[in-house]
């Protein structure tokens, strides 16, 4: 993919430590980043929030890796992260690991391909994905979460509301519904989300 066909995207210094005798960055260092990449995605979505004290868990099924050039010591890097397919238990988020560059252009180092399952702690068994996990990261709205309103204008789409609305709530994802409504948790405030995610 290319870089603008990313929404997020987060900044950081590579330390000497994560690199080799070879003077690049050691290849289990890639995996970190992509940690890192999706630690940061969940955050500026508000993904644990939306969850409302609930647990949500999730253990690595599977993660693939493809090297295309190394990235060196000392060197700012972009990771950034997109979702691109929700199933009955699992996520699969695609994180791309580019030089940093100002003017935007694509400088690809790796990308990591990563399954990830919702899972109950306690037995280490996959669940069923709470009903608001898929739109909340495969609507184009969502997008909004990473970008403003700007970006919805510029793109046609439609908010639907007045006035300064939060993003989150024009982007069609769950919002806390009356606290005395247990066990559902969220209204889906978009259902009508294509497959592809943002």
Known sequence: MARSDFAFSHRFRVRWSETDAQGVVFNARYLDYADVAITEYWREAKFREMAG??????HVKKATVTWFAPILPDE??????????TGRTSMTQIVEIHGARDDGADDLRATVDLV??????????PMPLP?????????????????????????????????????????GIPKPVSPGIRGRGYAILN???PRRGW
């Open 53 to 58: 004290g609930e647990p949500l868990e999730f």
């Open 76 to 85: 700012l890097i972009d990771v950034m992260a997109r979702t691109i397919a």
């Open 116 to 125: 990830s399952v919702y899972v109950d702690l306690e037995t280490h068994r």
């Open 131 to 171: 009903e608001w996990v898929a739109p909340a990261f495969r609507s184009p709205y969502a997008r909004c979460l990473f970008t403003g309103l700007a970006w919805c204008r510029r793109h046609g789409v439609q908010t639907g509301g007045r006035g300064e609305q939060s993003s989150r709530h024009i982007a």
């Open 191 to 193: 259902r009508s989300c």
